[in-house]
């Protein structure tokens, strides 16, 4: 089920190598443009977790960003993964950009970018079948620096149908 160009922020593809479902961006988008930050960033959280070991096989494509200005604009604001995200994505015409930072989300949605996060993609894997059961991820995700409100955690279980009532 590709869905035309996605580029990837360094903490979606974090999230769900962390679950174990990279899967998911196989099955949904069929492979993810990341900028050289986002694998730097990535190459350093892995091996922080641990996970250094970890193969991006085919479904990452590591894509240079050329407008280094628009970067430098965004750096004001941003770090440098989300920074180059935004602006790869304006750059290849993506239809989704993932990510989950809140500063970031904010900037790519002024800049007129479709976003998706970590939580919504477990949706979808949830929706098409591809999850059973999303509340163990949202428990895995609680153990990362991952920000999600009890109120947020609660929704995504209604949506899931597995709100305990």
Do not use: C
Not at 70 to 95: C, N, P, T, Y
Not at 155 to 164: H, P
């Amino acid at each position: 089920m590709a869905t035309g160009i996605v580029v990837s922020d360094t903490s979606t593809l974090l999230a769900l190598i962390w679950l174990d479902r990279t899967d998911l961006i196989l099955k949904l988008f069929g492979q993810v443009h990341a900028p050289v930050a986002v694998k730097t960033e990535l190459d350093r959280n892995l091996r922080n977790l641990g996970l250094s070991e970890f193969r991006f096989n085919n479904w990452m494509v590591i894509t240079p960003v050329r407008d280094q200005l628009a970067v430098k604009l965004l750096r004001d604001q941003l770090d440098v993964g989300e920074s180059e995200a935004i602006v790869l994505a304006h750059e290849l015409g993506a239809d989704l950009l993932l990510m989950d930072e809140r500063r970031g989300r904010r900037r790519a949605l002024q800049s007129n970018l479709t976003i998706l996060g970590t939580l919504g993609i477990l949706l979808r894997g949830h929706q098409l079948g591809f999850i059973v059961q999303v509340r163990p991820l949202l428990n895995a995700l609680r153990q990362l620096p991952f920000h999600m409100s009890d109120a947020l955690y609660a929704d995504i279980l209604r949506r899931a149908g597995e709100l305990d009532t």
